[in-house]
């Protein structure tokens, strides 16, 4: 079965990812949503819609399937294009508009597939796009292969907390090298931000598991991290909220929220070590 | 998407139905009340390209959420305007949910119900106090 393009009435980057297609002979069929295709879509989202994201704004487009799977948005749909499932994990479906692309995760794809995320990531800049990029710290060869490459105009590090933390955070192997390094990348390109998220940590794992956010104390050292490997304190960096609701283990979705006016203590805590913290609007 | 939205005095808004503050409406059919989403709503949700009902059978309170519009930009919950029990659904709207927004009060009805007391129509909006809730 060949690809079918569901796109929007003059959406820019169903364009892009229409002439990635033809570029490469990859056959497909486009529905335009707003015309003829109108009650192909309104099916296919019928029987799709846990699949579907909607962002704010509602639904993004391109979405495209084969049959088998489907992507949507410009990056998830131009690296399925390009490499099949071997890429999912580095793009999702972004929020960002106009020639801004989001959505763009280094820490979360396949470190041996890196050449191929490279390849998108090119496509996608060589169409004149803006490329938001985020990053935990790991797969820090990417980050510095990007920066080489001047493929990114934002990168975002969510620095998940202090390094005796991370793997509980992360539930991943890591290795504090590659948090440093990226941390040392950051600050080279040409817009960059610190993050961490007041997120809930497994203190102590088992039937009765022991879970409590992260203090304003380990904040605070993890400002103290990014000030140690950059040599500075003045860097962009962001503390945000942790939404139970959205969380991915089951165990946190029942945790009690932080309040909005705790994060004040959060900011206290790592002004000492970035003068330039701020706490997200909520 | 940049769909354009009607002016307030371009929306049809009918004499002899009861409007919910949640822009949904009411018609009193002898015992039984059909139940549907304002021009207002339909016009806010742009193209409609799903609509989630209950089953027949399924019980609300006034106020509870019965359903679900989907449009490609939005997707807006569905409220009970008094409380009942379903006794039927328009099973049209799954397959053609654009009826809604082509014809919002007679053909894109949603649900009828049985009400539970007649008496929570009183608290309901007439067509100049909807008018005046769209102005605030």
């Known amino acids: ?282 | 998407m940049g769909e354009k939205q009607k002016p307030k005095e371009k929306l049809t808004l009918k004499n002899d139905i009861y409007y919910y503050k949640e822009h949904t409406w009411v018609k009193v059919e002898v015992d039984q009340v059909r139940v549907g989403i304002t021009d207002f709503a339909q016009d806010q949700l742009g193209e409609i390209i799903f609509i989630e009902l209950p089953d027949v059978g399924d019980e609300f309170n006034q106020g509870d959420v019965f359903g679900q519009a989907e449009s490609t930009k939005t997707v807006s919950a569905l409220y009970m305007p008094i409380s009942g029990k379903i006794i039927s659904v328009n099973d049209e709207l799954e397959d053609n949910p654009e009826i809604v927004n082509n014809d919002p009060y007679e053909a894109g009805w949603m649900i009828v119900i049985e009400p539970k007391d007649l008496n929570e129509l009183n608290g309901l909006l007439n067509k100049d106090e909807y008018i005046n809730l769209l102005s605030e």
Request: hydrophobic share 35%.
């Open chain 1, 1 to 282: 079965m060949s690809n079918i393009i569901f796109t929007a009435t003059g959406c820019t980057r169903c364009k892009i990812v229409k002439s990635f297609m033809n570029e490469r002979n990859i056959p497909y069929v486009e529905k335009d949503m707003k015309s003829e295709g109108k009650e192909e879509f309104q099916n296919f989202y019928k029987a799709n819609r846990s699949y579907i994201y909607r962002g704010p704004d509602g639904i993004e487009f391109p979405i495209i399937t084969d049959g088998k799977n489907i992507r949507q948005g410009i990056g998830a749909s131009i690296a399925y294009l390009h490499s099949g499932d071997k890429l999912d994990g580095f793009f999702s479906v972004g929020t960002l508009h106009k020639e801004w692309v989001d959505g763009i995760h280094i820490s979360l794809g396949n470190p041996e597939y890196t050449k191929d995320f490279i390849e998108v990531l090119r496509y996608l800049k060589g169409n004149n796009l803006k490329l938001q990029i985020d990053t935990n710290g790991n797969n820090s060869h990417i980050l510095q292969k990007i920066l080489d490459e001047g493929l990114a105009d934002v990168v975002i590090m969510n620095v998940l907390g202090p390094l005796d933390l991370y793997r509980q955070i992360f539930r991943k192997d890591f290795s504090s090298h590659e948090i440093e390094k990226s941390i040392a990348l950051l600050p080279q390109f040409p817009e960059y931000r610190f993050e961490t998220t007041v997120s809930p940590i497994i203190r102590k794992e088992g039937e009765q598991a022991e879970i409590s956010y992260l203090t304003p104390e380990e904040v605070g050292e993890a400002a103290k991290l990014i000030e140690k490997v950059t040599g500075s304190k003045k860097n962009p960096y962001l503390i945000r909220l942790f939404r139970p609701e959205k969380a991915t283990d089951e165990r946190f979705k029942s945790i009690e929220p932080i309040s909005p006016n705790m994060l004040f203590t959060y900011r206290t805590a790592a002004r000492a070590y970035q003068v330039f913290t701020e706490i997200e609007k909520v």
